[in-house]
């Protein structure tokens, strides 16, 4: 006589390890993935901003000095850069705000400064901290006028 209970048995646990395989597995699987955003999210939040995100490109031709009247304050998209002309000199300071990344505006009154329409940070005309939750000032970019007056920006 057979013994049927023995085969079934053994059928049943080849079954359940092979189910027991796939959820570990699956489990671990879950929890590399979740790791992988932490670790991302993390250096994102710690300042690896530049190397995770997309941005202007290095150098970008912003326009000429004729763009850039003396004592106006001009936006230029293709840098995310704000470009101030105080009549002897250009400046230009990054439109990212260091808190998590909005694009700053100027304030009510022109030439006055720059305030972040996400949080509140604001910032004084020349980039610097005036209150938070921003905990730095606004990044100054290196800025160069070649010969035929095209003004470039270094983002």
């Known amino acids: 006589m057979p013994n049927y209970k023995n085969q079934q048995t053994a059928h049943t646990?080849?079954?359940s390890i092979n189910r027991r395989r796939f959820l570990t597995?699956?489990?671990h699987g879950g929890w590399l993935a979740a790791m992988g955003i932490f670790v991302y999210q993390m250096g994102k939040f710690m300042g690896?901003?530049?190397v995770l995100q997309t941005g202007?490109?290095?150098i970008v031709v912003a326009g000429t000095t004729n763009?850039?009247?003396p004592d106006s304050t001009v936006y230029v998209s293709d840098a995310q850069a704000w470009v101030h002309n105080d009549g002897r000199n250009l400046q230009a300071l990054s439109a990212i705000c260091?808190?998590?990344g909005c694009l700053v505006q100027q304030k009510e009154i022109p030439n006055t400064g720059y305030q972040c329409p996400c949080?509140?940070?604001r910032f004084g005309p020349h980039g610097e901290l005036e209150r938070g939750p921003a905990e730095r000032p606004l990044r100054p970019l290196d800025i160069q006028t070649t010969e035929n007056d095209t003004v470039l920006i270094r983002t």
Request: aromatic content about 10%; hydrophobic content about 30%.
């Open 67 to 69: 763009e850039f009247p």
């Open 98 to 100: 260091p808190h998590l």
């Open 25 to 27: 597995f699956l489990v």
């Open 13 to 15: 646990n080849s079954s």
């Open 119 to 121: 949080h509140g940070s």
């Open 48 to 50: 690896a901003r530049d």
């Open 56 to 58: 202007p490109e290095p």
